[in-house]
């Protein structure tokens, strides 16, 4: 049973078109997170959110969007790819209550061409 | 600038040896502490957290935090060779929700 999953695994893309990522979790997390892993294996988060508020890390550019159609998913979706966009993206999933492990999805490798 | 920093390694030991992985972070708002496994290729895997100040074991692994020094590091005895993988120290801030503050990762090589 997958906790935390992603899609597409991989993508592969031209610059300038839009794309999105899915990522859904099963496990009744109320919270749910995009980081973005760099090519040197910096892992940085991207956005937080739950049911309530949406918190942006002021670096993200604003290409960047989070959509939750639901508790369940988070999805993210890129306008106007560039090439610095390639990277690994991660979603993770926390409860707000009880322990405060954040599972992570297996990623999706982005590369902008 | 909330910063965590770690060694990036590589981190060689023999197999069997203790690994000691070190972080160390900026803001002493920080509250909670944790370590990471990344194999290559995969997604980051808790290993560890810890919240208070001392010692915390589990297992071959045994975490430790010194608020004072702003240090937290991780322990791991009788290191196996799949214990190699990049070790990530998370920290989470309070006032900045409940997203966490990676470091670099301090990639561990263990030798049979």
């Known amino acids: 049973d997958t906790a935390v999953s992603q899609t597409p695994k991989y993508l592969v893309t031209q610059m300038g078109n839009d794309k999105s990522i899915k990522c859904e979790q099963n496990?009744?997390?109320?919270?749910m997170y995009w980081y973005k892993q760099d090519s040197k294996k910096f892992l940085k988060i991207m956005f937080s959110?739950?049911?309530?508020?949406?918190?942006i890390n002021e670096t993200v550019p604003n290409r960047f969007s989070p959509k939750s159609p639901d508790k369940a998913h988070l999805n993210l979706h890129i306008n106007s790819l560039e090439l610095g966009d390639s990277a690994v993206y991660f979603c993770?999933?926390?409860?707000?209550?009880?322990?405060?492990?954040?599972?992570f999805g297996p990623g999706t490798r982005l590369l902008v061409l | 600038q909330k910063e965590v920093e770690q060694n990036s390694g590589p981190l060689s030991v023999p197999e069997g040896a203790i690994a000691s992985l070190n972080c160390t972070y900026s803001d002493r708002g920080s509250q909670s502490f944790f370590w990471y496994r990344q194999y290559s290729g995969k997604s980051p895997e808790l290993i560890m957290s810890i919240y208070s100040n001392g010692d915390k074991e589990d297992g071959r692994f045994t975490a430790q935090l010194n608020k004072a020094s702003q240090y937290v590091s991780l322990l791991i005895r009788d290191s196996q060779p799949s214990d190699s993988a990049t070790y990530l120290c998370?920290?989470?801030?309070?006032?900045?929700?409940?997203?966490?503050?990676f470091g670099k990762g301090t990639t561990l090589s263990v030798s049979s």
């Open positions: 959110y739950n049911n309530k508020e949406l918190i």
């Open positions: 998370a920290v989470r801030l309070y006032q900045a929700g409940t997203a966490l503050i």
């Open positions: 993770a999933s926390r409860t707000e209550t009880g322990r405060e492990t954040q599972y």
């Open positions: 496990l009744g997390h109320d919270t």
